[in-house]
């Protein structure tokens, strides 16, 4: 019996590591380098299965629920806007961040390609949507 138990455990724990995490609760806050769509993507569908536009205020995040809220701040110049996650990336390292072209524009950021941001959660989602 105990080594049954044991076994059960042992292959909870690994479901709890296998599941993806959202270790960011509201408020909480993410710092690194922001980026954006390149104008190619336009019209592709995102991982939330919305059509990019972009003409929208929306971001790729790796890891916040597709539909959370969050307000992105440059550091630079102190600018934040509010976006929706509503696609996965960017997949490039260090980059926290892909803002929609209107995102971008509304940070200031077009001319610089990338800035550093602070990321911050302002509502979670709890479905697949955006």
């Known amino acids: 019996m105990i080594k049954l138990l044991g076994s059960a455990a042992a292959a909870a724990s690994l479901l709890l590591l296998a599941a993806p995490t959202f270790?960011?609760?509201a408020g909480a806050v993410e710092r690194g380098i922001a980026s954006?769509?390149?104008?190619?993507?336009h019209g592709n569908p995102t991982a939330s299965g919305q059509i990019y536009d972009k003409g929208k205020m929306s971001a790729a995040h790796k890891s916040l629920p597709l539909g959370s809220r969050v307000r992105v701040t440059?550091?630079?110049t102190g600018k934040s806007i509010v976006?929706?996650?509503n696609d996965r990336g960017?997949?490039?390292q260090g980059r926290i961040i892909d803002l929609s072209r209107r995102?971008?524009?509304a940070l200031g950021i077009i001319r610089r390609g990338i800035t550093p941001v602070e990321v911050?959660?302002?509502s979670l989602a709890s479905g697949r949507g955006a």
């Open 90 to 92: 960017p997949f490039i």
């Open 23 to 25: 270790a960011s609760p």
């Open 83 to 85: 976006v929706r996650v």
């Open 103 to 105: 995102a971008a524009q």
């Open 74 to 76: 440059d550091t630079r």
């Open 36 to 41: 954006y769509y390149h104008d190619s993507l």
């Open 120 to 122: 911050e959660v302002l």
